[in-house]
T-cell receptor, first 116, second 112 residues
């Protein structure tokens, strides 16, 4: 079956531009996560949705970062007024269940954002 | 906060050699522990997991045992293949918290 998909795969933005990154989770998956992965580092948690509710946004690095999942399926991560330090790979993951810390998260291929 | 520490640096070894990648963790409770793998050009995928002390996760010849006394979850494989070349990430999630906390990852290169 189809896995998690993300678009675009690559994005180049000029400093100060706004960007929007899309995630299509696996159909029927309730939970959706966004992570940021800097070069040579492990992914860092940004935010978590259960259906359309954003239950945890404690990892968002600044108020320039905003995420939504209005219908409980597709999610968009928006970064306003991009800065060079925003350059990273943005990963989306989804999981089937709403609870259970051992739920497997399925990751998309990521969007590589480069801010010039 | 919760954190995961992986051994520094890439790992280069010959085919059929024994592989160990060290992972230790810091957590306030009793986390679940994971190893994720990222093959070249592909996304992260779960390799194995363990949810309580002394559990052993295994998959594709890889094993890791949840050691509460040493707060460790070291990954091992007895005989690596070239196809095992990838980046390996250790991760944890705390009870009641769905997010994953990852280590920095280890690049493994297996040469024929």
């Amino acid at each position: 079956g189809a896995g998690v998909s993300q678009s675009p795969r690559y994005k180049v933005a000029k400093r100060g531009q706004d960007v929007a990154l899309r995630c299509d989770p696996i159909s029927g998956h309730v939970s959706l996560f966004w992570y940021q992965q800097a070069l040579g580092q492990g992914p860092e948690f940004l935010t978590y949705f259960q259906n359309e509710a954003q239950l945890d946004k404690s990892g968002l690095p600044s108020d320039r970062f905003f995420a939504e999942r209005p219908e409980g399926s597709v999610s968009t991560l928006k970064i306003q007024r991009t800065q060079q330090e925003d350059s990273a790979v943005y990963l989306c993951a989804s999981s089937l269940l709403t609870s259970g810390r051992a739920d497997t998260q399925y990751f998309g291929p990521g969007t590589r954002l480069t801010v010039l | 906060g919760d954190s995961v520490t992986q051994m520094e640096g890439p790992v280069t070894l010959s085919e059929e050699a024994f592989l160990t990648i060290n992972c230790t963790y810091t957590a306030t409770g009793y986390p679940s522990l994971f190893w994720y793998v990222q093959y070249p050009g592909e996304g992260l995928q779960l390799l194995l997991k363990a949810t309580k002390a002394d559990d052993k996760g295994s998959n594709k010849g890889f094993e890791a045992t949840y050691r509460k006394e040493t707060t460790s979850f070291h990954l091992e494989k007895g005989s690596v293949q070239v196809s095992d070349s990838a980046v390996y990430f250790c991760a944890l999630s705390e009870k009641g918290n769905n997010r994953l906390a990852f280590g920095k990852g280890n690049q493994v290169v297996v040469i024929p």
